[in-house]
């Protein structure tokens, strides 16, 4: 079955690390464009991370440049988003998206097209 899914969610205090992973099955992720979007109740999507399908582009939004790394293991099939210093507005559920390569960061992060997974939801709160 071809399929996204995260994991690696769950309740951290404010200032907090959480790893965000992102595996695939049914295909092989490596050289998809994938990124990393989140959604909070009452607003709207957001693209945080994307890496492109030869990870020489990524692009991060600014609310969390400098504070989540994307990476990629292509020996286990996954994404990785490493979070720190967590703010209590970076409580939401996060989901994985992948695309063919010739999607681009941009578009990914934009549309969250392609191949979604159900989410993790992440809440920071003390």
């Known amino acids: 079955q071809v399929q996204l899914v995260e994991s690696g969610g769950g309740l951290v205090q404010p200032g907090g690390s959480l790893r965000l992973s992102c595996t695939a099955s049914?295909?092989?992720?490596?050289?998809?464009?994938v990124g990393w979007f989140r959604q909070a109740p009452g607003t709207e999507r957001e693209g945080i991370a994307c890496?492109?399908?030869?990870?020489?582009?990524?692009l991060y939004a600014d609310s969390v440049k400098g504070r989540f790394t994307i990476s990629r293991d292509n020996a286990k099939n996954t994404v990785f988003l490493q979070m720190n210093s967590l703010k209590q507005e970076d409580t939401a559920l996060y989901y994985c998206?992948?695309?063919?390569?010739?999607?681009?960061?941009?578009?990914?992060?934009?549309?969250?097209?392609?191949?979604r997974g159900q989410g993790t939801q992440v809440t920071v709160s003390s």
């Open positions: 890496i492109s399908g030869n990870d020489d582009s990524i």
């Open positions: 049914g295909f092989t992720l490596e050289n998809y464009v």
């Open positions: 998206a992948a695309d063919y390569p010739e999607t681009g960061v941009q578009r990914m992060c934009a549309r969250a097209s392609g191949l």
